[in-house]
């Protein structure tokens, strides 16, 4: 008679194990998604560049009356490299630089729509 024969559960790429009835996806992989926009400021960022084609970062700085610049300039850059926003300078005098949401950037703005209409339900 032999051992009994262990099933190990099956890790997914980030190393966690599924542990889902269904087979369902691992959502690991939003974790540094939910980190930025969970920022202070970031979601009405996101959201005040997507009500435009494009913004300059004045009118920003402008609409973002309660946040300083430095912090402005911080959360922006963190958009920017998670792949949400574009960022676009002018070579003129004085510089001129425009913000506008990527393809990525107004999927995520609808998809935070979508939940935030689910947590106003509960």
């Known amino acids: 008679m032999g051992l009994p024969i262990l099933t190990v559960p099956e890790e997914n790429a980030c190393g966690c194990i599924d542990r889902a009835a269904d087979g369902g996806e691992c959502i690991c992989s939003a974790t540094g998604l939910v980190q930025i926009i969970g920022r202070k400021y970031a979601l009405r960022l996101l959201f005040l560049i997507g009500e435009r084609e494009q913004i300059r970062f004045g009118d920003l700085r402008s609409e973002m009356d309660d946040m300083i610049s ?33 393809k990525d950037g107004a999927n995520v703005r609808k998809s935070l729509f979508a939940l935030s209409r689910f947590a106003a339900r509960k």
């Open 70 to 102: 430095s912090t402005l300039t911080i959360r922006l850059a963190e958009l920017e490299g998670a792949g949400l926003i574009r960022r676009r300078t002018f070579a003129e005098i004085p510089p001129r630089v425009e913000y506008r949401l990527t």
